[in-house]
């Protein structure tokens, strides 16, 4: 599902962000990657997300080099993969539905697809009822859902979560973490980043911990060790 074979990224600045990286996970597999600021979480993501090059190496998803493709067609990779971020980035005048909505029209999706699918991945995630409600009326819990709803709704093959709960309290931390383990059971590749050591610990899952650009440990019992 997802290859990083041999990747280095170095920056103009000679600022070493990746060196030598190589990992494969895959398809339905959930892996947590951890490590420090600066460890160089971020930039992978973006090399996934075709947003970064790499100065050596490639980055395959399922049989395609990304970094190979046409430009017309990055948008069309980048499709596969639905992205939850920690600051949310929902759209303020919208309501949840539309929020929802909006991902599906960008994506082509017609109207007969959007009526049928916003409610399933609303209750999916616990929303059913905050459908018209819009993002300043819920809670950070509830905005993280709806974030994980839009990017679930065009049935990635790929759910990235990037710190989806640096800014949640404990309840709603363990409310996410379960929605993502129920994706994941769904059949969807999960890649979550994240600094909290008890979330690794409840998930049970892969670890990856990088240092210094480098993976240091790749644990299949999901040990967070730094």
Do not use: C
Request: hydrophobic letters at 40%.
């Amino acid at each position: 599902m997802i290859l990083f074979d041999n990747v280095s990224k170095t920056y103009l600045d000679n600022s070493i962000a990746l060196e030598n990286i190589s990992f494969k996970i895959a398809p339905a597999e959930f892996v947590s990657i951890v490590g420090h600021s600066g460890a160089g979480k971020t930039t992978l993501l973006k090399l996934l997300l075709a947003e970064e090059y790499p100065s050596e190496g490639s980055v395959f998803l399922g049989e395609q080099n990304i970094h190979t493709l046409p430009k017309r067609q990055i948008s069309d990779m980048r499709r596969r993969i639905g992205m939850i971020f920690q600051d949310f980035r929902l759209l303020p005048q919208k309501t949840a539905f539309e929020n929802i909505a909006f991902a599906m029209e960008a994506a082509g999706r017609h109207d007969d697809e959007i009526e049928s699918d916003v409610p399933y991945a609303l209750d999916l995630v616990g929303l059913a009822g905050k459908a018209w409600k819009f993002p300043h009326q819920m809670s950070g819990g509830e905005k993280q859902r709806l974030a994980i709803a839009r990017a679930i709704v065009n049935q990635p093959d790929v759910l990235v979560a990037d710190e989806p709960t640096g800014n949640l309290d404990p309840l709603n931390t363990y409310e996410v973490v379960q929605i993502l383990k129920k994706i994941n059971d769904l059949g969807t590749t999960v890649l979550l980043t994240t600094h909290n050591k008890g979330v690794i610990d409840s998930l049970g899952k892969r670890v990856i911990t990088m240092d210094h650009g480098r993976i240091v440990r790749d644990d299949e019992d999901g040990r967070y060790v730094l």
